[in-house]
């Protein structure tokens, strides 16, 4: 949250109606705080999580209609019509989440533009809600015995919820779960293999903008005092996502831009185009449209961002100087067996990649697996690691002193029995600090579940556990020797640093296997001297640390032992200075000597 530009924020919002403002601007304020509500949910759905919605309108007419349904019809309570709409979204969004979060690439947009026309024409053709005529005669809302019976009266409620609203998602976002979403964009596969639970997380915060969107609705049918099913059809579920893309679509202030400025636009080209042309019409899509095509030109970001360089900046989660330490496992025993590959077996089509390979990983040691490029070696790991399925073989690992079968499990449950990983191509997510990135890697850490740790972010009831997960990172980071960029953005280190980050955040996961793959790639000779001192110190504590590589100067005075692969078969395996001295390796690698 910037402080500093926060309070005099407030003190605006707060001025304006007391002020002898012009009637006109106060209702122009007040449809900029409705549609802000919006933009802030499909910032957090599709600026922050990547999820693009057309459909958010349809939520803003259900909670339109259910208010006015029950106090035209029931004489209910206003506050209760709020109630039944939130529930009523809730459930909606929860349905049609669970079907429509499942889908990606454009069929996700095209499927929120499926459900949105198919509430828009439920809205139309109901009976009990007045068709295409709509609901009127919606009591004003009343706030102990102030009746809300004007926009100027009701302008503090919705400005309000504005501000409630961007408190709530900031804190969100700056929390565990927030995270755990910001990593959505990036990818399934790296927030699954830190702990994330993808699916649920994408139907959570389809739920939370819904919400949000409900909540505008309701405030919308008692500004109006009617309802109709023009305002919640695709045009203005389009209308919202832009907003949300002019604004910012990555920023939570950017919804409150994108609002404020396509409402006044829109409001003055309503009057300027057709004086202009000489004809009625909503000439103003056209300006939208070409404004749409130079920000994705110019400005892919947004308006925001080039705003908040002016302004004073603060890192969204600062560690502290000490908290509560996080539980940790116990590491297994000395010369066990902590992974043990069977037979592994992973056809794509008519290509194998991963041959019946077999090895296994003792506690303590440093293992490496070595190939030509093309070999199958990050197959493997994506194998042992969940991310793809075994076509045949078995993988078991240690877990609670005994060898248990983890082929078949999800990434976030083998990461849960303590193997964690770092990527061939780096996986960050550039905009966050090193400190948040590190973080994430802490997830499964954390001591709310998926519901409690949403909620008590929202109202920053998580303040002790935020402390240890980020005193966490940094201790890992301080461990790894990126102590001094704890608030830099990941995404201006040079790719060196960027892996030891991977590193860190791997064992901010607390594992007793360590899969790195390729962790040497872009470093310097002094750093991969550091970096081999620090997996050795691992090592010494009793950490397994299976690891992929092509510098051989760096694998051959680290590890342990080696496999070695070629064309996703098994060729050598044992010590490295027999491997060295292999035909069969010499014969991969160099093509016979």
Request: net charge positive; proline share 4%.
């Amino acid at each position: 949250m910037m402080r500093g530009f926060f309070l005099p924020f407030i003190v605006a919002v707060a001025l304006l109606p007391v002020l002898p403002t012009p009637e006109f601007w106060i209702t122009l304020a007040n449809y900029i705080g409705l549609y802000s509500i919006v933009a802030l949910g499909l910032v957090l759905l599709t600026g922050i999580a990547g999820l693009t919605s057309f459909g958010q309108a349809a939520f803003v007419g259900l909670g339109a209609y259910s208010t006015a349904w029950l106090t035209t019809q029931f004489g209910l309570s206003p506050w209760l019509g709020l109630l039944a709409g939130l529930a009523v979204t809730a459930g909606a969004a929860f349905f049609i989440g669970a079907i429509t979060m499942r889908l990606s690439g454009h069929f996700l947009p095209l499927g929120t533009i499926a459900w949105g026309l198919s509430l828009f024409f439920l809205f139309g053709n109901l009976e009990f809600l007045g068709k295409y005529e709509g609901l009127n005669g919606i009591p004003p809302i009343s706030v102990f015995d102030l009746t809300l019976d004007s926009g100027r009266k009701i302008y503090f409620l919705i400005w309000l919820t504005v501000i409630a609203a961007v408190i709530a998602v900031q804190n969100l976002l700056n929390s565990r779960p927030g995270r755990a979403i910001r990593a959505l964009k990036g990818g399934g596969v790296m927030a699954e293999a830190m702990g994330v639970n993808t699916a649920w997380m994408k139907i959570a915060i389809f739920v939370l903008a819904a919400l949000l969107a409900c909540i505008s609705g309701w405030l919308y049918a008692h500004l109006q005092r009617a309802v109709n099913p023009t305002p919640f059809g695709l045009n203005a579920g389009i209308e919202y996502l832009f907003m949300a893309v002019v604004g910012g679509a990555g920023h939570v202030w950017g919804a409150l831009l994108g609002a404020t400025l396509l409402t006044l636009l829109k409001d003055q080209l309503q009057s300027l185009l057709p004086k202009l042309l000489g004809a009625n019409g909503n000439f103003e899509i056209i300006v939208f449209g070409v404004m749409m095509v130079l920000l994705l030109q110019r400005a892919r970001d947004g308006l925001w961002p080039y705003i908040r360089r002016w302004l004073p900046q603060e890192p969204n989660a600062v560690a502290p100087a000490s908290a509560a330490a996080l539980p940790m496992r116990a590491r297994h025993a000395a010369g066990e067996t902590v992974l043990q590959v069977d037979r592994a077996r992973k056809e794509f089509g008519g290509l194998v990649a991963v041959n019946d390979m077999t090895f296994d990983v003792k506690s303590g040691e440093i293992m490496g697996l070595i190939g030509p490029n093309g070999a199958g070696k990050s197959t493997m790991f994506n194998l042992v690691t969940g991310v793809l399925p075994l076509t045949q073989g078995e993988i078991r690992f240690r877990a609670a002193d005994r060898l248990q079968r983890i082929d078949g499990l999800a990434s976030r449950e083998i990461v849960r029995r303590g193997i964690a990983r770092t990527f061939q191509h780096v996986r960050l997510i550039p905009t966050m600090s090193v400190l948040e990135n590190a973080a994430l890697g802490a997830h499964l850490r954390g001591t709310h579940g998926d519901i409690a740790g949403i909620a008590a972010g929202i109202a920053r009831l998580n303040k002790t556990e935020e402390q240890s997960l980020l005193f966490e990172a940094k201790r890992q980071l301080e461990r790894v020797g990126l102590g001094d960029m704890l608030y830099e953005e990941a995404g201006s280190l040079a790719l060196g640093r960027q892996r030891i980050l991977e590193i860190a955040r791997a064992l901010c996961c607390d594992p007793a296997l360590l899969l790195l793959d390729e962790p040497a790639a872009g470093l310097r000779y002094r750093e991969k001297q550091a970096l081999a001192e620090l997996l050795r110190k691992l090592k010494n504590e009793g950490m397994s640390i299976l690891l992929v590589e092509h510098d051989m100067d760096f694998v051959m005075n680290l590890t342990d032992r080696l496999v070695v692969m070629e064309f996703g078969s098994r060729i050598a395996e044992g010590p490295p200075a027999a491997v060295r001295q292999n035909p069969a390796v010499l014969e991969a690698y160099l093509g016979g000597v």
